[in-house]
């Protein structure tokens, strides 16, 4: 079984917490897309953020000085959007730890798949991003199918709690019959169930601490 999240905009360098244990698989790719946003210009940049000017110009400042191979943090601990403090991966049990090393996937704009311990470094850009790459139109087209590939390289059954930007780069590649179970997290208001983002966040987090405080090794412990 593998669970798939999102990663966060929010970053941080934290090399002291946990080491790094490998670089991120698709390295090779990611040099490509960073080529492609230093060769933008910074309105084209901040377009392409679509944040207020300090935070698009610190991006942009970082993204020319950026170091694929130097100061890198695990994966797991340098994302710190909600989700990722609600999971809370600094007070694992080394058990805990070694499942989502084994189980867990974090789907990225940058990088294209991580394992946990991926050494990386803060960046921004979103899955959905209108940026073209080589000959490619977009990061759905320039990823294709290697993401799926990469998390499951035979089938299995997926669990997914990425948001649907991130789910997408997934869902179409599916084997016939393979499982892909989609969690949603809804409250009941007015008599309709209602998805709010950022208590969707916190349980998503708090459902990977789960999975992985448990050992889960099946989907059926979601029901």
């Known amino acids: 079984m593998k669970i798939i ?9 934290d090399p002291d917490t ?24 910074y309105p084209e940049a901040k377009a392409l953020w679509n944040c207020r000017d300090q935070l698009a110009q610190s991006n942009y400042d970082r993204l020319q000085r950026l170091e694929l ?22 007070l694992f049990t080394a058990p805990a730890l070694d499942y989502i090393r084994d189980n867990l996937r974090i789907l990225s704009g940058f990088y294209g798949i991580l394992r946990p311990f991926d050494g990386v470094v803060p960046y921004r850009l979103e899955m959905q991003a209108k940026l073209a790459v080589g000959t490619s139109p977009n990061l759905y087209r320039f990823w294709g199918d290697r993401l799926y590939h990469a998390l499951t390289p035979k089938p299995e059954p997926i669990v997914n709690l990425a948001s649907q930007e991130y789910a997408k780069t997934i869902r179409p590649y ?16 007015d008599g309709k169930l209602k998805t709010k983002a950022t208590l969707a966040k916190m349980a998503r987090g708090e459902m ?16």
């Open 69 to 90: 191979e130097h100061q890198l943090t695990p994966a797991i601990l340098a994302f710190s959007g909600i989700q990722y403090q609600y999971m809370a991966p600094d």
């Open 18 to 41: 946990f080491p790094y244990d490998t670089l991120p698989e698709y390295l090779g790719q990611t040099r490509s897309i960073l080529t492609e946003l230093r060769r933008l210009s």
């Open 5 to 13: 999240i999102a990663p966060a905009k929010k970053m941080v360098v």
């Open 208 to 223: 990977v601490r789960f999975l992985a405080e448990h050992q889960a090794t099946d989907w059926r412990v979601l029901k």
């Open 174 to 189: 599916l084997a016939p019959n393979q499982r892909f179970i989609t969690v949603v997290f809804a409250s009941l208001v």
